[in-house]
C-alpha cells in the first residue's frame, strides 16, 4: 500500500501489528484521528495512528515496518511520544 488513509487504518483499531526490525515486538493500534478534510482532491485528509508497544525494545523516531494479516505490510514513520511501565506509545502522522 503507498497511499495510506484513515480509512485503511480504522477498522483495525486494537488489532496487533508485528515490527518487522524486532520480530519479538507487536504494536497494538490503539487510536486512528482524522484532523479535517483536505479540500486539494489530488490530497488525502490528514490523520495519526497511535500504537502501544511494550516497553523494551523502544524504538527512536524512524521508518519501521509495520506487519498486519489483513493489510500487509506498511513502511510508516514513528515517533515515540509517552512511554510508562507498560509500554511505549508511538505517533504516525499522516498529511
Same mark, same amino acid.
Given at each position: ?9 480504522? =477498522?483495525?483499531?486494537? *488489532?496487533? %501489528? ?9 504494536? @497494538?493500534?490503539?487510536?486512528? $484521528? ?6 486539494? =482532491?489530488?490530497?488525502? *485528509?490528514? %490523520? ?9 525494545? @523502544?524504538?527512536?523516531?524512524? $521508518? ?12 510508516? %514513520? ?9 509500554? @511505549? ?7
Amino acid at each position: 500500500m503507498s497511499d495510506y488513509t484513515l480509512a485503511h487504518f480504522a =477498522p483495525y483499531i486494537g *488489532d496487533g %501489528f508485528d515490527v518487522a526490525e524486532a520480530p519479538e515486538a507487536c504494536w @497494538v493500534l490503539s487510536e486512528a $484521528t482524522g484532523y479535517g478534510q483536505v479540500t486539494d =482532491p489530488a490530497r488525502h *485528509d490528514a %490523520f495519526s495512528l497511535l500504537f502501544r508497544g511494550a516497553p523494551d525494545p @523502544v524504538f527512536a523516531q524512524q $521508518t519501521v515496518t509495520l506487519v498486519h494479516p489483513a493489510i500487509g505490510e506498511q513502511a510508516i %514513520f514513528v515517533t515515540p511520544i509517552a512511554q510508562d511501565a507498560e509500554g @511505549v506509545t508511538y505517533q504516525a502522522v499522516f498529511n
